[in-house]
Structures are given as structure tokens and as C-alpha cells.
């Protein structure tokens, strides 16, 4: 299951969605500074793969998380003592990399746990950052909220100049373009904006002419086809892009619109400015994306209450339509 070399042998371990794994990448890259010339592999699960084979941090990706807790408690046992791992950290693992937990204390490899708490208050970055600082991976040993460094996908360029794929004209895109992150059809009426509103941002965005883009798994693809054809000129890319693509536009996109949904973290992690609708009294402080640039929250006792100018005045305030499209 894993190799060896004369290098220090480092595993990262990692099991969540695609929110959680976008914050991974924000300790994975201090782990990766910290430990310059050790060989990093990543064990983590298969949904991701397409994104996380192309990062840097890691020498190594092993998508095979579910499949190793899946086997046997003597299985794991035996292939935790057979491992030549010196180090392993915990990057907030769900129950498959619990199992390859209790199985890895028959190992000689250090554990360091990165996981918060369950209940513990403040956001997975800054508790992340805090469990860094205690392990020496980092000059502070605490970080408030909001202090800890985001996660980036800026490599993502070094994989453009590669791939026509994430070249934004690629799908018809040739200016200015903002993206839109519903939440599908799987998710409760009250935590998703009216399909109106959405039109009638589309429809604003056009005036100013940048081009809505609506992006989004199958679940998303009623609301891209209504918005899509209320509003001459909105894009409908649900179900259209994978992960990197999804990671391409991000990087250049003027701005991003969405729920709170896992997609949004990717796109503002991939460096776009960004309005996050959130229904209820309280901003989601603790949960909320972060990126290279500001995220707007917007938050009202329902989505409704929400206009599509009040949205576009809230992305003038993050600095969505300032200058041009960043080039990759």
C-alpha cells in the first residue's frame, strides 16, 4: 500500500467533503513547508482526486481511505506495522481515518491530531492553525477568528498552462463573468435563494455586462436551465466542469454568488471575491468561506428578503467588479 525511500516518511491523512477539504489545503501547505524534503503522501478518499493529484503539497496521493478502513481491524493492524511512516498528521478525518486511527498506534510513526474537537467553537481554519502552532508548525501558538492563513489554489495555473480545459473560453467564456453557486434541489427551500432572485441577478450583471455563469452538480441543473433561458445571456454550466475546471474559473472569475454550499469554499479559495446568502439572524462566521480576497455574508431571516441589488452592492463592496479578469 505504501513505498519507501532514504526520506523522512510523512502521511496526511484526510476524510470530509468538499468544504473540508478545501480548508485541508491550508495546513497541508504549512506541513509541506515545515517538511521541505521529507516525501508527503496523501491518504484520503477518491471524490477528490482529479483536483488534489495536481497539488504540490503532497509527492504521493493514495485514494484509497475507504478501502483501507474497510477492511478488517487485524487487516489495518497489520498494514499499519508494516508501514515506514515517521509522522502522520490528522487533517480532520471523518470515521474512515478514525479506523485507520486505532490501527496506526501498532505503528512507530508519530500522531499528530489536527482534528478539532466535537463542539469545540471558532472555524476549522483557525482551530487547525492553533493544533499547527502547538506541534511547532507555526511562530504563533494560538490564532483568533479569522486570523489563520486561507487556503489557495493558486497552482492551479501551473495545471492551465497545461490543459486548455481550464482556459475559461474553453467553455464560450471570452470576458468578464461572475459565478453563480446555488444550492440543488436536495437542499430545504428555506436555505436556498427564490430561482427569481437569481434571474434577476443574472439579469443585472448583464446590464453591467459581465456574464453570469451558473455552475453546480446535478442538482443544480433545474435552476441553471430556468436562469439560463428567463436571462439571454446567462451561461449554464451545471454538471459541465469538474473540480479543476470548476477551480480554472474560479481563478479568473470577477466575482462568485452563492449559498452556503461546498462549491462556494472552492471558488473563494481559488481567489474569487465573493456573497454568501445565509438564512437566519447570525452570519455564519465560523463556517464561512475564505480565500486570498474578501467574502461578503449576507444573512436574513429568509433568503427572500435578500434583493438581487442589494447582492450586486455587496459584491462592489468585496471588489468584485473592480479591473479586469485575472489572466492564469
Not at 462549491?263 to 447570525?282: I, R
Amino acid at each position: 500500500m505504501f513505498g519507501q525511500d532514504d526520506k523522512e516518511q510523512i502521511l496526511v491523512i484526510h476524510d470530509g467533503d468538499l468544504a473540508d477539504m478545501v480548508r485541508m489545503l491550508a495546513p497541508a501547505k504549512r506541513i509541506r513547508e515545515h517538511h521541505r524534503k521529507a516525501r508527503i503522501t496523501l491518504l484520503t478518499g477518491e471524490d477528490f482526486e482529479s483536483l488534489l493529484k495536481h497539488c504540490p503539497y503532497f509527492n504521493a496521493m493514495e485514494p484509497t481511505l475507504h478501502q483501507a478502513a474497510g477492511q478488517g481491524f487485524f487487516e489495518r493492524m497489520k498494514a499499519a506495522r508494516n508501514s515506514h511512516f515517521d509522522l502522520i498528521y490528522d487533517l480532520g478525518s471523518g470515521d474512515a481515518g478514525k479506523k485507520i486511527r486505532r490501527a496506526a498506534r501498532f505503528s512507530k510513526a508519530k500522531w499528530i491530531d489536527l482534528a478539532p474537537a466535537p463542539k469545540t467553537s471558532g472555524h476549522p481554519l483557525d482551530l487547525a492553525a492553533t493544533r499547527l502552532g502547538a506541534a511547532g508548525l507555526y511562530e504563533k501558538a494560538a490564532y483568533r477568528l479569522g486570523e489563520a492563513p486561507p487556503p489557495e489554489l493558486d497552482w492551479v495555473d501551473f495545471v492551465a498552462k497545461r490543459s486548455r480545459t481550464l482556459d475559461p473560453a474553453y467553455f464560450g467564456l471570452q470576458g468578464r463573468y461572475a459565478l453563480f453557486a446555488p444550492a440543488g434541489d436536495d437542499s430545504p427551500p428555506p436555505t436556498r435563494w427564490p430561482k427569481e432572485r437569481w434571474a434577476s441577478l443574472a439579469h443585472q450583471l448583464i446590464e453591467k455586462h459581465v456574464e453570469p455563469v451558473i455552475v453546480g452538480g446535478p442538482s443544480t441543473r433545474e435552476l441553471g436551465r430556468y436562469v439560463a433561458h428567463v436571462t439571454p445571456g446567462a451561461r449554464d454550466l451545471t454538471g459541465r466542469a469538474n473540480l479543476v475546471q470548476l477551480a480554472g474559473l474560479g481563478r479568473q472569475a470577477q466575482c462568485a454568488f452563492g449559498e452556503d454550499v461546498p462549491l462556494l469554499h472552492l471558488l473563494v479559495a481559488a481567489g474569487s471575491p465573493a456573497v454568501l446568502f445565509h438564512p437566519g439572524d447570525t452570519p455564519p462566521i465560523e463556517t464561512a468561506p475564505r480565500g486570498p480576497l474578501p467574502t461578503i455574508l449576507m444573512h436574513a431571516p429568509t433568503l427572500a428578503q435578500i434583493s438581487a441589488p442589494e447582492a450586486v452592492q455587496a459584491m462592489r463592496c468585496a471588489g468584485g467588479f473592480d479591473g479586469d479578469a485575472r489572466a492564469a
